[in-house]
């Protein structure tokens, strides 16, 4: 396969989305259809919902020139652009929504190595000067089909494996019940209480190893997980070995640095804590991965967007904080319930996962 060097600004016109004056209030709703992108590295930059019309179009790229190079994303569906939100817009018609996925993959994985931040902020300025190798027949112009053909043929593979996966777990299309109409329509007593109240956090061996030095598979005696302050792959983005480490599994681990400070993973297989983030566990016994899960996104909520790189969610500075969680009659977090409630959600995923 021969490539040809192009760049950026010659094949997409880059500017700012176009956004709705006023705060959040006036933009999201909790019942919002229409997806807002925003400046967030995770759920493919939607930082939430709103009931006002779509103000772009989808399929073009996104990215955020106040964040790192981690909210760079395909958008798929129209949506309301929001401020600090740029837009790629392809210069030409013969850019297919796979083409555009492979496109992002070597732009976002060149914009990585630069290594951006919020004291070396990433715009497009600079994105329009990069230089991005892309494959070509004759070695001059872009070869847009074979883009096309190679992320179709991965994402068939993909769906297979995921059809596989469901087949032997013996995951089946599941009727939502009257008996989960029913939890879900509960209306439940809710109470406040403090992080530390209910989680703590666990104290894991220091291991002095640098992230750089390890490598990204398991290999030879590394083999063990290795938390770090990312989100890709739930922040989990290299190996050690298992001598010395503590193993944790079933807990909650958290990003302490840079810009993904404060996020938030369920982790249900085993690893361990190398650097710039911590994990915590449940104070009481026995609670399952649902109700963490249901947990989890109930303190990303309170503790969103509050942290980045000058003011790092480290387990002093955010134990504080207040979570709202549903209780039982004896004014107790009801555990039970956050668990029936997200493996109702979850079966609802299943579902639409079936479904298409």
């Known amino acids: 396969m021969k490539y040809v060097n192009i760049k950026v600004g ?14 959040n209030k006036y933009l999201f709703s909790k019942d919002g259809k229409v997806p807002v992108v925003a400046n967030t590295s995770i759920n493919n930059g939607i930082g939430g919902y709103s009931n006002l019309d779509a103000t772009e179009k989808g399929g073009i790229i996104t990215f955020s020139d106040t964040t790192t190079s981690d909210a760079i994303f395909y958008q798929p569906d129209d949506f309301i652009g929001y401020s600090h939100v740029q837009g790629m817009y392809p210069k030409s018609d013969k850019w297919t929504p796979n083409a555009m996925k492979y496109f ?6 060149y914009a990585k190595s630069v290594g951006f931040d919020y004291a070396n902020k990433f715009n497009r300025k600079i994105a329009i000067e990069f230089i991005i190798p892309l494959p070509s027949k004759d070695g001059k112009n872009i070869d847009y089909d074979y883009m096309n053909l190679y992320i179709d043929t991965i994402e068939k593979d993909i769906t297979v494996k995921i059809e596989e996966y469901l087949e032997s777990e013996s995951i089946k299309f599941s009727d939502i019940t009257a008996k989960d109409e029913k939890i879900l329509e509960c209306v439940k007593e809710y109470q406040t209480f403090r992080f530390d109240e ?19 598979v398991p290999v030879g005696e590394y ?32 990003s302490a640095n840079g810009a993904n400070t404060g996020k938030m993973f369920y982790q249900p297989e085993e690893f361990t804590v190398l650097q710039d983030s911590y994990a915590l566990e449940p104070i009481s016994s026995g609670i399952s991965s649902y109700a963490q899960i249901y947990i989890i996104g109930a303190m990303q909520h309170v503790i969103k967007d509050n942290y980045d790189w000058s003011n790092k969610a480290g387990w002093e500075k955010i134990r504080s904080n207040a979570v709202t969680l549903p209780v039982n009659d004896k004014g107790l977090p009801d555990y039970q319930y956050m668990d029936k ?16």
């Not at 010659?10 to 705060?23: M, R």
């Not at 983005?237 to 909650?252: D, H, M, Q």
């Open 10 to 23: 010659d094949i997409f016109d880059i500017h700012p989305t176009k956004a709705y004056k006023g705060n």
């Open 104 to 109: 992002l993959v070597h732009f976002k994985k």
């Open 223 to 254: 083999q063990l997980p290795a938390l770090t302050a990312g989100i890709d792959n739930q922040g989990l983005s290299c190996y050690v070995p298992y001598e010395g480490a503590t193993v944790l599994k079933n807990c909650i681990s958290v």
């Open 198 to 216: 209910i989680l703590k956090k666990i104290n894991v061996n220091k291991l002095n190893y640098k992230v750089k030095s390890l490598p990204s």
């Open 341 to 356: 409630y997200i493996r109702i959600q979850a079966k609802q995923i299943i579902n639409e996962l079936l479904a298409k």
